[in-house]
């Protein structure tokens, strides 16, 4: 076994070009206009091509971890929770049909002993590269740009374009996780023309896809960062760490019993419903129409919600749902104890970005949901160094 390994790649290596290869082809063949290449459709090659070629290597990556040598009772102790997770989000697709978080889990599980730093770059590199290839078919006219006008109720009717992308919002979250990404990159380097990248990042996105969303986050990027850097320098960062480690959890505790409750009769949660865009009565319909189950059920592909919360409620299950959620709020803790300060940040971004997007949850709209590898393991296998620039620390 060991001979065999000394004569394979590195598993970092494997590791990134499974990444980049499912990261590339699933904003291709699966959230683009791209119809077909050359003549073959998208979902073929996505399926049939890109798909299998990332579990091969994904399994070339365990190989020389050792998930397969011969277990011992330490090591058996150390992969339960990533072979109880897999059983369990397995029995989620296999009684939904849904397969997307199974496939993203082994993303996790695979990442035990992958050095991370290079993480914040390629997604980096890869998402410009394979954005501005979508754009460039879809201004071209080789691909369908998505665009219509929108009406807002009370206000102009604004025109709105995907470029490319199968929705301006999907745009929007590209953007948002740009935002993040420099987060990561530019921490201990931070200029002054960084704030000019939002700045034009936020212009931009509003201009072309009208997504409010989006654009309010990019800009709420560098104004947290500058507020958790100041509580840092004069160490009063607790208190805010506490109110950003209690979001987690309480977001999706609070939001799903409002979506229940809100239907056209409720006055009182219409207030709020505008705010967000009318999340909550469009998730009471879809909840309406597919009631929540435990490991989520068949529905139409054509079907969701764009709350994130409800939509995975209703699709993966309740008991997926909360292991989401519960990983989620453990990462925090792992992330403030580590002083990952980034992926503080990151989280309790993405966690209110889930109220009126289902994009949050997914890895090619959140490279930082591989680092729920901590989670899974313990904290044990070293990859908090993998924070961006110099790790991407703090000083204390």
């Known amino acids: 076994m060991e001979k065999i390994k000394k004569w394979m790649p590195d598993k970092n290596s494997l590791y990134y070009a499974a990444f980049i290869i499912w990261f590339s082809c699933s904003m291709l063949f699966g959230r683009s206009t791209l119809r077909d290449l050359p003549g073959i459709q998208a979902a073929f090659w996505l399926k049939k091509v890109c798909y299998p070629i990332c579990g091969m290597l994904i399994l070339l990556v365990m190989f020389l971890s050792g998930f397969f040598d011969r277990p011992d009772r330490k090591k058996v102790r150390e992969y339960l929770p990533a072979v109880l997770l897999a059983v369990l989000f397995g029995l989620s697709w296999m009684i939904s049909g849904w397969g997307t978080y199974f496939m993203q889990l082994m993303f996790l599980i695979s990442a035990k002993e992958i050095d991370l730093r290079k993480l914040p770059r390629i997604t980096l590199y890869v998402q410009l590269i394979v954005v501005a290839l979508i754009i460039s078919l879809s201004l071209t006219g080789v691909i369908e740009n998505i665009s219509y006008v929108y009406y807002r109720m009370n206000s102009i009717p604004v025109y709105r374009q995907a470029l490319g992308v199968v929705h301006p919002h999907a745009l929007g979250a590209q953007v948002v996780q740009f935002g993040i990404v420099w987060l990561w990159i530019r921490w201990e380097r931070w200029k002054w023309y960084d704030n000019a990248v939002y700045a034009l990042a936020a212009y931009s996105i509003f201009m072309v896809s009208n997504s409010v969303t989006s654009t309010l986050l990019i800009v709420l990027i560098p104004c947290i960062y500058f507020l958790y850097r100041l509580l840092l320098k004069r160490k009063h960062a607790g208190v805010l760490e506490g109110i950003m480690k209690a979001c987690v959890p309480a977001v999706p505790i609070l939001i799903m019993p409002l979506a229940y409750l809100c239907t056209e009769t409720n006055e009182k949660l219409a207030v709020f419903d505008r705010i967000i865009s009318w999340r909550l009565i469009m998730a009471n319909r879809f909840l309406l129409e597919y009631p929540a189950s435990l490991l989520g059920r068949r529905i139409p592909s054509d ?12 699709k993966y299950g309740g008991i997926i749902l909360a292991v989401l959620v519960i990983g989620m709020y453990l990462l925090m803790k792992y992330a403030i104890s580590k002083k990952m300060y980034p992926l503080v ?25 591989v680092y729920l590898v901590n989670v899974i393991y313990g904290g044990k296998d070293g990859t908090e160094k993998g924070i961006g620039e110099k790790g991407g620390r703090q000083p204390a």
């Open 303 to 314: 079907a969701g919600t764009d709350l994130l919360y409800i939509d995975i409620l209703v």
């Open 345 to 369: 940040l990151s989280v309790f971004i993405y966690t209110f970005y889930g109220i009126t997007e289902h994009y949050p949850y997914l890895l090619m709209y959140n490279f930082t949901l």
